[in-house]
């Protein structure tokens, strides 16, 4: 069974940064694609950045490139996402996310407050 727990949300004035990290355990960390979802009241959840099973290539959304980076830890099984110059438009759950070829895999949310 996969399972994911994120920490690091809490609440940060505009400007600053916050490090979300995302322990994944279960098969082997190195099969898995990650990545990170956000969601913010009343919308849909919505794709932020991802990582390849290697960790050379990585992919964010426009409205976050350039701010966060994601990287990962085979030594920890660990998905981190770094978010810099954070704005109130990045207040969301974040979520993080696995996926192998057995499916896809969602940890239970860090909730992210950008005050203005």
């Known amino acids: 069974q996969v399972h994911l727990v994120e920490s690091g949300g809490g609440l940060v004035q505009a400007g600053g940064s916050l490090n979300l990290s995302c322990v994944v355990s279960?098969?082997?960390?190195?099969?898995?694609?990650l990545g990170w979802y956000r969601q913010s009241p009343g919308k849909e959840r919505f794709w932020v950045a991802g990582i390849d099973e290697s960790g050379t290539r990585t992919y964010y959304t426009d409205a976050v490139r350039g701010r966060f980076t994601i990287s990962r830890s085979s030594a920890r099984n660990t998905v981190d996402l770094q978010m810099n110059n954070l704005t109130p438009e990045d207040t969301a759950v974040y979520y993080c996310?696995?996926?192998?070829?057995?499916?896809?895999?969602w940890g239970q949310g860090t909730q992210v407050t950008v005050s203005s």
């Open positions: 996310t696995a996926g192998d070829t057995h499916g896809d895999y």
């Open positions: 279960g098969r082997r960390f190195s099969d898995y694609k």
